[in-house]
């Protein structure tokens, strides 16, 4: 199982950007995926999530900001990140959202400077 997420990048506030997480074999297609950040001395967390049948749920900080959507052809998810703010500053990741989880790629790092 490989998780490659990439698309991460240096951008001011109030700018966009698009993370793309590439999944090896049907990953995408038959798991509820999530798209997770962890910022400098804090734990993980779940920013996005998308279940098997596009149903979609965000968290409170980034709610009317980001949008999660899946390409099952592609074996892709994505993460469109709108009016970007220095504390969406993380290294992204995306897993599924079960408890046990896929081992964790590297991610990309989203730094927002103000």
């Known amino acids: 199982v490989q998780l490659q997420a990439s698309g991460g990048g240096l951008v001011q506030a109030g700018g966009s950007l698009r993370l793309s997480c590439a999944a090896s074999g049907s990953i995408v297609s038959v798991n509820d995926m999530g798209w997770y950040r962890q910022a400098p001395g804090k734990q993980r967390e779940l920013v996005a999530g998308?279940?098997?049948?596009?149903?979609?749920n965000y968290g409170d900080s980034v709610k009317g900001r980001f949008t999660i959507s899946r390409v099952n052809a592609k074996k892709t998810v994505n993460l469109q990140m709108n009016s970007l703010k220095p504390e969406d500053t993380a290294v992204y990741y995306c897993?599924?959202?079960?408890?046990?989880?896929?081992?964790w790629g590297q991610g990309t790092l989203v730094t927002v400077s103000s």
């Open positions: 998308i279940t098997r049948d596009g149903i979609t």
């Open positions: 897993n599924r959202k079960s408890q046990v989880k896929f081992i």
